[in-house]
């Protein structure tokens, strides 16, 4: 079964950076997609970044040009490098990660969540 290790959140004033950090473990066969999301209190759960197997990655709007996704696939590890942060970008980020772990005989194709890591950005 394939776990998830969030780390990296914490308080950082306004303008600051911070680096959240993803880990999977596990009998990983192969990982396509690792994606970032973030959820406000009171407000829904949102894609923040996404980054493929080939190294493709997209934002959301909010976060264009501050925000930067990238992946070490030796370690299946997915990062995010928050830059210029502001009180708006306070929420819970979770990583969410998609692609084959191990059975016995076969593949299976999976979708694991992290514990979710607080960014708190003061103003």
């Known amino acids: 079964q394939v776990q998830l290790v969030e780390s990296g959140g914490g308080l950082v004033q306004a303008g600051g950076s911070l680096r959240l950090s993803c880990a999977a473990s596990?009998?990983?066969?192969?990982?396509?997609?690792m994606r970032w999301y973030r959820q406000a209190p009171g407000r829904q759960r949102e894609l923040v970044a996404h980054?493929?197997?080939?190294?493709?990655?997209n934002y959301s709007d909010s976060v264009k040009g501050r925000f930067t996704i990238s992946r070490d696939n030796a370690k299946n590890t997915v990062y995010l490098q928050m830059n210029s942060l502001k009180p708006e970008d306070t929420a819970v980020y979770y990583c969410?990660?998609?692609?084959?772990?191990?059975?016995?005989?076969?593949?299976?194709?999976?979708?694991?969540w992290g514990q979710g890591t607080l960014v708190t950005v003061s103003s």
């Open positions: 980054i493929t197997d080939g190294g493709s990655t």
């Open positions: 969410n990660v998609v692609g084959d772990d191990i059975l016995p005989m076969s593949v299976r194709r999976f979708e694991v």
């Open positions: 596990g009998s990983i066969f192969r990982i396509n997609h």
